[in-house]
């Protein structure tokens, strides 16, 4: 009786596996979709900015049809900050087979590269792909990666800094060295301050806890303070707007969650769009599309967003002009 079980059993799975590969199932070759996808996501760290990006993702890849639970599964991994643990995370997902790695800002994006250069990977918010060794090109990145960048107008964050507090001869830049995102937005200020006739004071760190004295360097020494889209200073906004705040130095960021954590001002995109256009990405390519053909999407559509808190604190008025251009005030 057993023997017979078994007999049916593995019958059965025979009939079914032999069902399966006749329907076209997940080998592809026929042209048929396949029914479920699997994308692993690798987010650097839980912070407000990369948290609605990643939300927004979510609802990009739905826009197209991709929907979690349905025809989707989506395994979400939190890097803790650490290029170690992301590592890990992504030789998971290569394990794992899953079709598409999602990787949301640049250190998430170089661990999963340095794990796989078969599976697709899309990143997002990454400032700088080239200089990250992500793309070889912008409009032609040429291997196994591609996604949506964050790069910013310098120029246009000076202009606002001009317009809000003007007369500042020196500028200080707090950011970390170590991430290519930040570095170089960090050689377009140069640009800018060389151009411009004005002196620039750089405090580097290499991690959160540089952070105050960093910022109290520059706080003693600068007119302004600028920081480009650094991860390690977004998370400890904190810190460095007490300092700031408390010497009345108006500081300068990059990013919307930036200036809602107690920066001043930027002058930036808006992250839930970028989101819902990486979302899009993945899906192109979970309908078959190559990431070595398909360009960086560059988010062009820039808004300027002020803190009334920190600016009430460090007595700066907001210019009516901006308000009546509809700058986001937080
Ligand atoms: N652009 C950053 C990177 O390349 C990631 C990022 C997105 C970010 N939004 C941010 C960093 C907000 C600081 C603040 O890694």
Redesign the pocket.
Known sequence: MKKLITLALTLALVASTLFVTGCGGNSGDSGDKKETFKIGIVQ?VE?P??DT?RENIIKGLEDEGFKEGENLEIDYQNGQNDMSTMKNIAQKFVGDEVDVIVA????AAQAALSETTDIPIIFA????PAK?ELVMDNDAPGGNVTGTS?AIAVDKIMALAEQMTPGFKTIGALYNSG?A?SASVIEDLKAYAKKNGLKLETSTVTNTSEVQQAAQTLADKCDIVFSP???T??SSMKVATDVFNKAKVPFYV??D??VNDGGLATCGID?SVLGKETGKMVAQVLNGSDPATMAVKTMSDLQVYINQETADTIGVKIPQDLIDKGANIL
């Open positions: 650097l912070h900015s990369l990006i949301i800002a640049t250190p918010a990454v400032t700088d990250a964050d991430e995102n889209i650094d991860n200073v977004a990059s990013a969650s930036m992250y």
